[in-house]
């Protein structure tokens, strides 16, 4: 039963150690990247011909000018887009670091999930550098700069070596 509560704890402390990364923006906000390398950000609706095949995109600004427009907006074709709309790339790095951190909770004692974790964040910090010199003025900037530190650090041996009498491996 002790060695139940210490994981118990462990997890609890790593939680902590490794908060949820959330994003303040709309989970329907897309982004797109023109030919041009302009970075569009918004609410983005489909245009299709007579025969159904896509054929561009219009753009909003704002989720509800998208579901009741009320002045027309142009249309970028699809060979405008180097990067067609998706989820934005701040939403695909908290995606990719929640699933990271989902398995690393699950499973704390598996080394190699904590060195792909380390190498994620630093992957993810580095994307998220790069993006900044991109971004629209007033979006919410993230850092998994001290996540990456974090995991590195409990990487060192003896730190491992607890996390492993602990988690098991």
């Known amino acids: 039963m002790r060695y139940q509560q210490l994981r118990a704890r462990l997890r609890g402390w790593l939680e902590q150690a490794l908060p949820e990364k959330t994003?303040?923006?709309p989970p329907t906000l897309q982004?797109?990247?023109t030919t041009s390398g302009q970075l569009l950000r918004g609410f983005f609706k489909e245009v299709r011909d007579?025969?159904?095949n896509l054929v561009?995109?219009?753009r909003y600004s704002t989720y509800e000018q998208s579901l009741d427009p009320v002045a027309e907006v142009g249309t970028y074709r699809l060979e405008e887009f180097k990067v067609a709309p998706g989820p934005s790339t701040l939403a695909r790095c908290v995606r990719r670091y929640r699933?990271?951190?989902?398995r690393l909770l699950d499973q704390p004692g598996r080394q190699e999930l904590w060195v792909e974790f380390a190498a994620l964040c630093e992957a993810l910090h580095a994307e998220?550098?790069?993006y900044r010199t991109r971004a629209p003025a007033g979006v919410d900037l993230l850092s998994f700069e001290q996540e990456a530190k974090f995991a590195r650090t409990m990487l060192a041996p003896d730190n491992w070596t607890a996390i492993q009498k602990i988690a098991g491996s």
């Open 56 to 58: 561009g995109y219009k």
């Open 23 to 25: 994003l303040r923006e």
């Open 99 to 102: 699933d990271a951190r989902k």
């Open 31 to 33: 982004e797109a990247e």
């Open 128 to 130: 998220v550098r790069a």
């Open 50 to 52: 007579a025969q159904g």
